[in-house]
């Protein structure tokens, strides 16, 4: 129970309930444009932002957010450019992403610089800066999104009734794709790059099985993420296991869980 209390298993939990808030929130949205793989795209594309930062001593998850930020307003351009294959931008930034983190890993190995804590989560490492920077993205995707909750409902329901409603669609698309980067690139130190997608879609999924309306639909995947979260690093911390991986099989239990539930209510 003592390492319940240890000043970095409270940091860590503060970290996992902050990003618990912002990646299902902004995840619902990502689901409702059918970009749901967004996440993965953005993940490694911090990471060689990270892997950067490594190599030429700047702040790795500063760097990996800067990368992110590039990459969304890299990915706009290209689902612009092809309207018709719009997935086709997700897959090339994808690429170049890997590409770009497997060379700056190469080019580092000289100075010692590893992945593995970018790549499957170390959040019991998280530190003030870390916290702070995690604190000022969950504070900026709240506040967006409760101040324009009813147009982006709007925008990503019906697109052509909001762009009839005069509603700027190219902003709201900006605006959620560049906060993804935003959640994306600050959460991979703690659930890692190769699950980061997970905490964003999951919980999400989960709650359209049981939601009743858009609202409760964004109530309970926040109720999912956090539960998962408090749940995972708990248990992680008790049985010695890897945070990032026990925090997403909570979550795919849940998943299981509302299938049960559902099959359950139709008989």
Do not use: C, Q
């Not at 580092?108 to 916290?131: E, K």
């Not at 409760?216 to 993420?225: C, E, G, K, R």
């Not at 708990?234 to 026990?246: Q, V």
């Amino acid at each position: 129970m003592d390492i319940l209390l240890d000043p970095f298993f409270l940091r860590a939990l503060i970290g996992g309930v902050l990003i618990g808030v912002t990646a299902p929130l902004i995840g619902i949205f990502l689901v409702l444009r059918r970009l749901s793989m967004i996440g993965d795209t953005l993940s490694h594309v911090s990471i060689a932002g990270v892997a950067l930062g490594m190599l030429v001593g700047v702040y790795p998850l500063g760097m990996g957010l800067v990368f992110a930020l590039a990459a969304s307003f890299a990915i706009e351009k290209l689902r612009k450019e092809y309207k018709t294959y719009a997935e086709l931008s997700i897959a090339i930034i994808m690429s170049a992403g890997i590409a770009l983190a497997t060379l700056f890993f190469s080019l580092g190995r000289g100075f010692n610089i590893s992945a593995s804590g970018y790549l499957f989560g170390s959040i019991y490492t998280l530190d003030r800066m870390d916290l702070l920077l995690v604190g000022l993205v969950t504070a900026v995707t709240v506040l967006f999104v409760v101040f324009n909750f009813k147009e982006m409902f709007l925008l990503f329901f019906d697109e052509e009734a909001a762009a009839v409603s005069g509603l700027p669609i190219r902003f709201y698309n900006v605006a959620v794709t560049m906060l993804t980067a935003l959640v994306i690139s600050v959460a991979i130190k703690i659930v890692g790059a190769l699950l980061v997608s997970s905490l964003v879609t999951i919980p999400v999924a989960a709650s359209l099985r049981l939601a009743k309306s858009f609202k409760h639909s964004v109530i309970l995947a926040a109720v999912f993420s956090e539960l998962a979260v408090i749940l995972g690093l708990t248990l992680a911390a008790w049985f010695n296991l890897a945070p990032g991986a026990t925090i997403v099989l909570l979550l795919i239990v849940f998943l299981l869980g509302t299938f049960v539930i559902k099959r359950k209510l139709r008989v």
